[in-house]
Every structure is written in structure tokens, then in C-alpha cells.
């Protein structure tokens, strides 16, 4: 008997070891289900971008004792409305054609200022018009002229599709700055007349000419941030202004 129960012992031990290692349990991990796989970014946000050209060399800031050697009262106030210049236009320049047209809700709004303004949010070519009509305005005012009339409407340009408006925005920028620069500590005090922020001085027209527009360049970020589009001015390499 216990012979035989010998016998049991040492063929389940030969059995043990003849079983090949497939026919085992799979209590044993493969490699593959240990290690962590690779975390893979998949977000627009978060994959690494190409490899792209490094962006040309930007020229040189002058320094504030550079600047304080020659500066103007005009070279001043042009300096920073140019770059009111550039986030405005770039902005006009970025948006397509199809979302001029877009207005960010409908509905009619009158009545806050009677007898000012649209009764209705503008459109973003609407915006970029009356911005455009308004720097024509203030600068016939700087000049002593007559300023074309309903800016706020959209005055009397027949500038429609996105080519015209970005044309005419150019155009109203180029003359504005000319009228800025030509103010001096001679006459950056004198009285302006008008209907566009008179009366006023005008010093104090010019720092409207720059407040209004990066007011108006507010709205157009969120017209269009609301259409998935990053302003220029917000990018990493901010596009070159199309003259």
C-alpha cells in the first residue's frame, strides 16, 4: 500500500514537470500588460507642433533714452496707436469673408442712449466700418474739416464685401496717423470742434482716437474667439500687416 501511494507521488511529480508552460494558468502578467503604455497627447492644445522655420529676426526696440532723444508729442501718440493699428487690422484681415456678416446675437438693444447708435449689436463688418469711418472722422476734425457724417450708422462709405472694408480700414488708418503726427506742444492744447468728441483739445481728441479703437478691437476678439479664430495679435508669431 504504501508502495503504491509512492508511486502516486512520484507520477504526479513527472507530470508536474512534463506539462508545457502553455497548458499553465496565465496567473503570470505579460510584459506588455505590466508596463505603461505611452501617454499619447491626442488634443489639438497639447500635440507638439511641427517643426517649423524659426520666425524672422524682429528689428530691435529702441530703449526709453532712445526714444526720449527724439521723441515728439506727435511721434508718441502715433507710436502707440499703431499698435492699436495692429491688433485692429489684423484682426479685420484674419476673419473670412463668409463671417463678416456675423452678429453674436439678434435682437434689438435701442434705447440705452436714445438717438445714439444701432438699435441691434453690429456685425464684424460693421465694426470694422464704423471704426474705419470713425478715424476718417477724427481726422478731419484734427485737420479743421468737415468729418464725414453717421459714423455710428456707418457713415456714407459704399465699402460692403470683406475686400472693400479692409481696403477702406487701411486707408483710414494711414490718414489718421498723418493727422496724430502732426500734433505738437504748439497746438496739442488747441480747441476742436465737432461731433465726433468735441468739443474737445487736441490732445485730448487724440487719446479718443486710440481708446476707440482698441474699445471696438475688443469686440471683434470675441466675435472671433466665438468662431474658434485666435486673433493675430494673440499668436505665438503674430502675421505681418498686409500693405
Known amino acids: 500500500m504504501h508502495g503504491f501511494r509512492l508511486k502516486l507521488i512520484l ?20 510584459p506588455a500588460e505590466t508596463t505603461p503604455p505611452e501617454h499619447k497627447r491626442t ?25 526720449s532723444a527724439k521723441e515728439t508729442v506727435g511721434s508718441a ?8 493699428e495692429y491688433q485692429f487690422r489684423s484682426a479685420a484681415e484674419a476673419m473670412p469673408a463668409d463671417k463678416y456678416d456675423y452678429r453674436p446675437a439678434q435682437g434689438t438693444y435701442g434705447g440705452v442712449y436714445p438717438g445714439y447708435g444701432p438699435t441691434e449689436l453690429r456685425t464684424f463688418g460693421e465694426q470694422v466700418k464704423h ?12 485737420d479743421g474739416k468737415t468729418p464725414p457724417p453717421n459714423c455710428d450708422t456707418g457713415g456714407p462709405s459704399q465699402a ?19 493727422s496724430l503726427g502732426a500734433i505738437t506742444r504748439e497746438n496739442m492744447f488747441q480747441p476742436i470742434e465737432g461731433p465726433y468728441a468735441g468739443p474737445n483739445t487736441r490732445l485730448g481728441l487724440a487719446t479718443v482716437c486710440v481708446w476707440h479703437v482698441a474699445d471696438h478691437y475688443g469686440q471683434l476678439v ?22
Open 77 to 84: 501718440l502715433v507710436r502707440n496707436f499703431e499698435f492699436e
Open 11 to 30: 507520477v504526479a511529480a513527472g507530470l508536474a514537470v512534463a506539462i508545457p508552460a502553455f497548458c499553465l494558468p496565465a496567473f503570470v502578467q505579460n
Open 131 to 142: 471704426v474705419a469711418c470713425a478715424n476718417f472722422a477724427f481726422a478731419a476734425e484734427l
Open 222 to 243: 470675441l466675435y472671433m474667439r466665438l468662431n474658434g479664430i485666435v486673433p493675430p495679435a494673440s499668436r505665438p508669431n503674430p502675421p505681418e500687416l498686409k500693405d
Open 43 to 67: 488634443d489639438p492644445q497639447q500635440v507638439n507642433p511641427p517643426q517649423q522655420a524659426a520666425p524672422p529676426q524682429q528689428p530691435k526696440r529702441p530703449t526709453a533714452a532712445e526714444l
Open 160 to 178: 460692403k464685401t470683406r475686400d472693400e472694408l479692409v481696403a477702406y480700414l487701411h486707408d483710414s488708418f494711414k490718414t489718421l496717423k498723418k
